[in-house]
């Protein structure tokens, strides 16, 4: 009897190890996160492998309760229960998916590797093994990420150990040489530490504050320079006014995160100010459920939340360069970046605002899901956030 319980206790806690350690926040550990499907493919029975798919995404996305904690100022019951919910998606297929047949579990996999990359389950994506093909495979774009693929097939057949020994040393050698994505040149990220004030302080101070770092950043040769998200805050013919006439005696285009309100909600936005004006240059396609997205208040007639734009705007244009823009939770789930890079843009702008991270993990994965998309697909990346 205890044999029976010693395999799947094993395998629930080897999960949940993989969970913590491949999503720790350090972009070269990613890898670890592929051990996933093995565990997931060696389970004997339904249950076995919904644990193990349990065991994963909840302490891959373990920082979550204590996050939503800060972010609502309540204790930790609220952010438990969501943590709870949004592994629903993630387990329940993984667990519909599961087959003991070997013949065709590698295309079961892939059929629930896709379904969790784009909308709806997609949208609560997380902790996604695909993520690893850009320190496996730098560089190598879309035939990394078929590569990476084909590896997650392989992952799940009898010959598993024999192609977790190919990506081991797909693995290894890039780590040991490791560098980060480069700069766009005249590119400047501004990375801040003013916590939960910024986007809710919207005082004058805060502004010059804001205008003074960009015209320093531009005094060191920058022509473009990025604030993360909600820095400016609401978005108005106001905030207009005085950011253009702040930088109308320089050459400088800020690009900074703002909120656009109406009637019946408001839109996560990045917005491009240079001397000329100001103009929107991107709506979030899809802010954090829950907390952000709200569709369920249309259900009973009620407004606010804001809007996801899921497939819409995938690249901006920043002078004469196409960039691909991801607000925050957009660099924790698949579809965003893959439809981004899609149109070969010439950069990925990230930004987030994660002052209710304190204490977790959650930024840290953000830049490194991040940077390794940025490395898959060869593409200079500019980051800027605040906590």
């Given at each position: 009897?205890?044999?029976?319980?010693?395999?799947?206790?094993?395998?629930?806690?080897?999960?949940?190890?993989?969970?913590?350690?491949?999503?720790?926040?350090?972009?070269?550990?990613?890898?670890?996160?592929?051990?996933?499907?093995?565990?997931?493919?060696i389970?004997?029975?339904?249950?076995?492998?919904?644990?193990?798919?349990?065991?994963?995404?909840?302490?891959?996305?373990?920082?979550?309760?204590?996050?939503?904690?800060?972010?609502?100022?309540?204790?930790?019951?609220?952010?438990?229960?969501?943590?709870?919910?949004?592994?629903?998606?993630?387990?329940?297929?993984?667990?519909?998916?599961?087959?003991?047949?070997?013949?065709?579990?590698?295309?079961?996999?892939?059929?629930?590797?896709?379904?969790?990359?784009i909308?709806?389950?997609?949208?609560?994506?997380?902790?996604?093994?695909?993520?690893?093909?850009?320190?496996?495979?730098?560089?190598?774009?879309?035939?990394?990420?078929?590569?990476?693929t084909?590896?997650?097939?392989?992952?799940?057949?009898?010959?598993?150990?024999?192609?977790?020994?190919?990506?081991?040393?797909?693995?290894?050698?890039?780590?040991?040489?490791?560098?980060?994505?480069?700069?766009?040149?005249?590119?400047?990220?501004?990375?801040l530490?003013?916590?939960?004030?910024?986007?809710?302080?919207?005082?004058?101070?805060?502004?010059?504050?804001?205008?003074?770092?960009?015209r320093?950043?531009?005094?060191?040769?920058?022509?473009?320079?990025?604030?993360?998200?909600?820095?400016?805050?609401?978005?108005?013919?106001?905030?207009?006014?005085?950011w253009?006439?702040?930088?109308?005696?320089?050459?400088?285009?800020?690009?900074?995160?703002?909120?656009?309100?109406?009637?019946?909600?408001?839109?996560?936005v990045?917005?491009?100010?240079?001397?000329?004006?100001?103009?929107?240059?991107y709506?979030e396609?899809?802010?954090?459920?829950?907390?952000?997205?709200?569709?369920?208040?249309?259900?009973?007639?009620?407004?606010?939340?804001?809007?996801?734009?899921?497939?819409?705007?995938?690249?901006?244009?920043?002078?004469?360069?196409?960039?691909?823009?991801?607000?925050?939770?957009?660099?924790?789930?698949?579809?965003?970046?893959?439809?981004?890079?899609?149109?070969?843009?010439?950069?990925?702008?990230?930004?987030?605002?994660?002052?209710?991270?304190q204490?977790?993990?959650?930024?840290?994965?953000?830049?490194?899901?991040?940077?390794a998309?940025?490395?898959?697909?060869?593409?200079?990346l500019?980051?800027?956030?605040?906590?």
């Open positions: 009897m205890r044999r029976d319980y010693l395999r799947p206790t094993l395998l629930i806690s080897a999960s949940m190890a993989i969970g913590v350690v491949g999503w720790s926040g350090y972009v070269t550990l990613l890898p670890v996160a592929l051990a996933f499907p093995v565990l997931w493919s389970a004997r029975t339904r249950m076995i492998a919904s644990l193990v798919s349990a065991g994963y995404f909840l302490a891959a996305s373990r920082g979550l309760p204590q996050g939503v904690a800060a972010f609502y100022s309540s204790d930790i019951w609220p952010g438990f229960l969501l943590w709870l919910c949004a592994s629903l998606s993630f387990v329940a297929v993984h667990t519909v998916l599961w087959t003991g047949t070997a013949g065709i579990r590698p295309f079961r996999y892939l059929l629930a590797a896709v379904i969790m990359a909308p709806p389950f997609g949208i609560t994506g997380w902790a996604h093994p695909v993520t690893a093909a850009g320190v496996l495979f730098p560089g190598c774009g879309w035939w990394g990420l078929g590569l990476m084909a590896g997650l097939a392989g992952l799940v057949t009898r010959i598993w150990p024999a192609v977790a020994i190919a990506l081991t040393g797909f693995w290894l050698w890039p780590a040991a040489i490791w560098t980060d994505p480069k700069l766009p040149e005249a590119w400047h990220g501004v990375d530490e003013i916590g939960a004030s910024l986007g809710r302080e919207a005082g004058l101070q805060r502004h010059r504050d804001l205008i003074a770092t960009v320093a950043a531009a005094g060191s040769g920058a022509r473009f320079v990025l604030l993360p998200e909600s820095a400016l805050g609401f978005w108005t013919p106001t905030v207009e006014r005085l253009t006439g702040a930088i109308a005696d320089n050459t400088v285009t800020v690009i900074a995160g703002a909120a656009m309100i109406d009637a019946d909600g408001y839109d996560n990045l917005v491009g100010i240079d001397r000329n004006g100001g103009r929107i240059l709506r396609r899809m802010p954090v459920p829950g907390s952000m997205w709200q569709p369920w208040r249309s259900w009973f007639g009620e407004n606010g939340g804001a809007r996801a734009d899921f497939f819409a705007n995938p690249i901006v244009f920043v002078g004469a360069s196409r960039a691909a823009p991801l607000i925050c939770y957009e660099q924790l789930i698949i579809w965003p970046i893959l439809q981004s890079m899609r149109h070969d843009p010439d950069a990925i702008l990230a930004v987030g605002n994660g002052w209710w991270t204490g977790t993990s959650i930024v840290a994965i953000q830049r490194a899901a991040t940077t998309w940025a490395k898959l697909f060869a593409k200079p500019v980051m800027a956030f605040n906590t």
